[in-house]
């Protein structure tokens, strides 16, 4: 018996739910990132934490597993739905495709977003391999993995950010989230039936202030860790 896939309304919603659970993991993470500022101690104490929260109620490092399944649950649904819709919407398109005159922000953000998703994809990757796993040769060689009564967190980001590459790669990946998260919540308004033009326009300026904050709050500590004020 042959699967049919969903239809597209079902895969819109499935974008906009699990776009929605990424944009707030996104803010959570960046609030755990900013901690970085307030020096070594602090920030390893929040990563040491996150490994033994709400303990006993669950195991060591039981909440970032669960966190992690969501996370990647979300991630497989978010990024098969995309390419479903993505290819209808090419196959349906024909060979004598209609010429978008539209311009402005939200019509450059929405033509860039298979760009941007594909790019925070394998930022994602990156990311996991440079300061998640330490993996070899993305990661520094001094890079240490956490133990049970210590992280190195705030040493493992420095030498990562210390690299000028790697530094620019994440400042300029944050950009690309930023234009991603804007014209993301516009599309989960939209997709969740947002049918007043006050609450579109609430998601609007909700997805523009996230994604100010992303750009800024991520990229500031790559950049101060190139001009010497972390280390």
């Known amino acids: 018996m042959k699967l049919k896939a969903p239809p597209s309304w079902a895969?819109?919603?499935?974008?906009?739910?699990?776009?929605?659970?990424?944009?707030?993991?996104?803010?959570?993470?960046?609030?755990?990132?900013?901690?970085?500022?307030?020096?070594?101690?602090?920030?390893?104490?929040?990563?040491?934490?996150?490994?033994?929260?709400?303990?006993?109620?669950?195991?060591?490092?039981?909440?970032?597993?669960?966190?992690?399944?969501?996370?990647?649950?979300?991630?497989?649904?978010?990024?098969?739905?995309?390419?479903?819709?993505?290819?209808?919407?090419r196959k349906f398109r024909g060979k004598h495709r209609a010429k978008n005159y539209r311009n402005g922000l939200q019509a450059v953000s929405a033509r860039l977003m298979p760009l941007t998703g594909v790019l925070i994809l394998i930022f994602i990757i990156f990311h996991i391999l440079d300061l998640t796993v330490g993996a070899q040769p993305i990661a520094t060689e001094s890079f240490q993995g956490p133990t049970a009564t210590k992280s190195s967190a705030y040493s493992n980001l420095v030498a990562s950010f210390s690299r000028p590459l790697v530094a620019?790669?994440?400042?300029?990946?944050?950009?690309?989230?930023?234009?991603?998260?804007?014209?993301?919540?516009?599309?989960?308004?939209?997709?969740?039936?947002?049918?007043?033009?006050?609450?579109?326009?609430?998601?609007?300026?909700?997805?523009?202030?996230?994604?100010?904050a992303i750009l800024i709050g991520n990229a500031s500590i790559p950049i101060a860790v190139q001009m010497g004020w972390l280390n």
Request: net charge positive.
């Open 11 to 89: 895969l819109k919603v499935t974008m906009a739910v699990t776009g929605a659970i990424w944009a707030i993991f996104v803010l959570i993470h960046l609030y755990g990132n900013l901690k970085v500022f307030q020096g070594p101690e602090k920030f390893d104490g929040y990563a040491h934490w996150l490994r033994h929260a709400f303990e006993p109620f669950f195991p060591e490092t039981g909440v970032l597993w669960l966190m992690r399944i969501v996370l990647v649950i979300a991630l497989i649904l978010h990024v098969g739905a995309a390419a479903i819709l993505y290819y209808r919407g």
């Open 168 to 212: 620019i790669f994440y400042s300029v990946m944050m950009v690309f989230l930023a234009i991603h998260v804007t014209h993301g919540a516009k599309n989960i308004a939209v997709d969740l039936g947002a049918m007043g033009k006050r609450l579109r326009m609430t998601f609007v300026i909700i997805g523009a202030v996230a994604a100010i």
